[in-house]
């Protein structure tokens, strides 16, 4: 579960990326954050995942306030998501396996454990065959599908996943997206930043469109047309 | 009976445990790879702190082998003193005789005149002075006093001071000063080793430091991703700090060979000086503890550099 409440965030030099912004997302629900470029998106997102903190308001994942999570919560907190960004943000020097296999390793996981669940990962994205190669050989979307099991391999209870379609041609967008819809069935929170509309259309879920940092529309799945 | 199954926690724990064991060894392991992907950059900063550290470790040497010929050469202090020429043998005997009798003499040898010529005659360079003198002999009568074992330096001096009193005495020699100098002079060596080992050392802690930082600098895509994915800074500093502790344990290994190197290449005219003066120098090689602590000493400083530098870095990161 995703909550807030009278969120806004000011940033140094006066620019305000978020404004007075309350929304809840249930927990195993998905939902698509859009607007134009500029609209709050991953500020939105950067907020979740404590990237930033907010200037006002209160926001609370999986029923903890993020206000009291101190400097040394913060790995603990992210512990407890999945990330996925457009740039994939893969190490370049490890193999696909090991990139995967960094959650778990980061949690503490023992080696065994964790071989298995990077397998069933790789697997779920379909790049199991891929897991001794280096990210450098693989496509743009495999290097994201990648991503997207680095993100899912620790079972998180909330996927947050910025513009992961972005560089994407549509038919390998709608196909993360549908992992992504997977990863809701299975019982985990899922929202996704994106501004392609066609896209978003496609996926009938929950849309909350953003503003100049403000909520100026929240669609349900199964309004959007 | 059945064993009961550990609780839930207490696997978790040992779970927790032995997966940060498990990083400990990887950790270990890849920052090495990483040393040895970069031979060049990694034997340069070892080789730098290797030469660091073997600097006050050839001091070190330098001096104990000076104290130990000290303490070789000045095992008895002996006050020398002149009678003036015009005393005869029985006046030294007896003046001798007086000087034994004080307690804070041990000993009391009368050399006479004819000794003196003939320890004077083997010398390099006088045996043609001393034919030259025909049947004179200009030397007088000299005692050398003993002064008791353990006496301090205030009490020889005076003892020094009543033995220059006596009448019949032309001028007294005492050769415990030179070791006193000597004592003080290895007292300023000491002092200047310790504090050149500090600053070496000051001085091996910031190139740690500072390869390590550039270490960090140049992964702080990496560091961002592994923050990103909840690593806590433990985890991330972790392969920077045994990083420091491999360059610190090579400097230091390199420094202790160094040492070695220098021992062995001042072996030769070492034994020859102690040939020299009877085998009673007893020059000695650096403790094979020593050897075996400025590898670990060194360690632990490639440690403290990479944890002060890896904390600034990471905060800055965070």
New interface residues.
């Given amino acids: 579960m995703i909550r807030f409440d009278q969120v806004s965030k000011r940033y140094e030099g006066g620019h305000e990326a978020l404004s007075q912004l309350s929304f809840e997302v249930a927990a195993g629900e998905m939902a698509f954050v859009t607007g134009h470029s500029g609209a709050g998106k991953s500020t939105l997102l950067k907020l979740i995942?404590l990237?930033e903190r907010p200037s006002h308001g209160q926001i609370v994942v999986e029923g903890q306030s993020l206000a009291k999570v101190g400097?040394g919560g913060?790995?603990?907190?992210?512990?407890?998501?999945g990330?996925v960004f457009q740039d994939h943000?893969?190490?370049m020097d490890r193999t696909v396996f090991a990139n995967v296999e960094?959650?778990l390793?980061?949690?503490?996981?023992?080696?065994a454990e964790r071989s298995r669940r990077v397998r069933a990962a790789l697997e779920k994205v379909g790049l199991l065959a891929y897991e001794r190669q280096l990210p450098d050989s693989l496509s743009t979307g495999e290097q994201q599908r990648v991503g997207i099991a680095?993100a899912i391999v620790a079972r998180p209870a909330v996927l947050i996943a910025d513009e992961p379609t972005g560089n994407l041609d549509p038919q390998l967008a709608v196909e993360i997206m549908g992992l992504f819809a997977e990863f809701q069935d299975i019982g985990t929170t899922v929202l996704v930043a994106s501004h392609d509309l066609p896209l978003i259309k496609r996926m009938h879920k929950r849309v909350v469109v953003l503003d100049h940092g403000r909520l100026v529309a929240d669609i349900p799945g199964e309004e959007v047309l | 009976m059945t064993e009961k199954a550990a609780p839930r926690s207490e696997r978790s724990q040992a779970r927790r445990f032995a997966g940060w064991r498990e990083h400990h060894g990887w950790s270990a392991a890849a920052s090495l790879r990483r040393l040895g992907g970069r031979p060049l950059g990694t034997l340069m900063t070892v080789a730098v702190l290797g030469l660091a550290l073997a600097l006050p470790l050839a001091f070190y040497l330098l001096l104990a082998n000076v104290q130990s010929m000290g303490n070789a050469l000045g095992q008895n202090p002996a006050v020398s003193v002149f009678l003036k020429t015009d005393q005869a043998g029985a006046q030294a005997n007896l003046l001798a005789g007086e000087l034994r009798g004080r307690a804070d003499v041990a000993a009391v040898t009368v050399k006479t005149p004819q000794q003196g010529l003939d320890e004077l005659a083997t010398l390099q360079g006088f045996s043609g002075a001393v034919h030259a003198l025909d049947d004179a002999n200009p030397l007088p009568w000299v005692l050398v006093v003993q002064p008791r074992t353990g006496l301090d330096a205030a009490a020889v001096d005076k003892l020094v001071e009543s033995l220059r009193g006596e009448r019949a005495v032309d001028l007294v020699q005492d050769s415990s000063q030179w070791r006193q100098r000597l004592d003080a002079l290895l007292d300023v060596g000491h002092r200047a080793v310790l504090v050149l080992a500090g600053l070496l050392a000051l001085a091996a802690l910031l190139v740690v430091g500072n390869t390590v930082r550039t270490d960090i600098a140049s992964r702080s895509e990496e560091i961002g991703v592994l923050m990103l994915l909840g690593a806590s800074r433990a985890f991330v500093r972790r392969p920077y700090l045994y990083a420091g502790i491999w360059y610190g344990l090579f400097g230091g290994v390199l420094a202790s060979l160094l040492a070695m190197a220098i021992e062995l290449a001042l072996a030769g005219p070492a034994a020859e000086l102690d040939r020299a003066y009877g085998g009673r120098l007893m020059l000695g090689a650096l403790p094979w503890w020593l050897l075996l602590a400025v590898p670990l000493a060194a360690a632990v400083l490639g440690w403290v550099g990479a944890r002060l530098v890896s904390a600034w870095q990471l905060r800055k990161a965070a």
């Fill in positions: 995942a990237i400097r913060i790995p603990k907190l992210r512990r407890r998501l990330m943000r893969l190490l960094l959650p390793t980061i949690g503490g996981i023992a080696p680095r």
